[in-house]
């Protein structure tokens, strides 16, 4: 199993910024891509960036490119995801996701960290 732990959300004002992290732990050795997804209340969840295992694949939802990075170091566990410029349209629960089978959906999960832009 893996477990995944955000941190760093919290309340921002709009063109502000933000860095989540999210930390790794268990069999870490059994992940290959990672990313995270947003959902706000009432609506589905929607993937905002992800990341391969080498860090050489990144892809992003044409919402937050030129603005939001992402980026991994493998060998402390961690997957980070910049966020500047921010709107108050980003405001959502942000969660960090692992994929540890590459044919298969992301099955393990972070709790979700609070991201609130105010404009």
């Known amino acids: 199993q893996v477990q995944l732990v955000e941190s760093g959300g919290g309340l921002v004002q709009a063109g502000g910024s933000l860095r989540l992290s999210c930390a790794a732990s268990?069999?870490?050795?059994?992940?290959?891509?990672m990313a995270w997804f947003r959902q706000v209340l009432g609506k589905e969840r929607e993937i905002v960036a992800s990341?391969?295992?080498?860090?050489?694949?990144?892809m992003y939802v044409d919402s937050v490119k030129g603005r939001f990075t992402i980026s991994r170091d493998n060998p402390k566990n961690m997957m980070y995801l910049y966020m500047n410029s921010l709107k108050p349209e980003d405001t959502a629960v942000y969660y960090c996701?692992?994929?540890?089978?590459?044919?298969?959906?992301?099955?393990?999960w972070g709790q979700g960290t609070q991201v609130t832009v105010s404009s």
């Open positions: 990341i391969s295992r080498g860090g050489d694949d990144i």
């Open positions: 268990g069999r870490t050795f059994t992940v290959f891509r």
């Open positions: 996701a692992a994929q540890v089978n590459p044919t298969t959906a992301y099955s393990h």
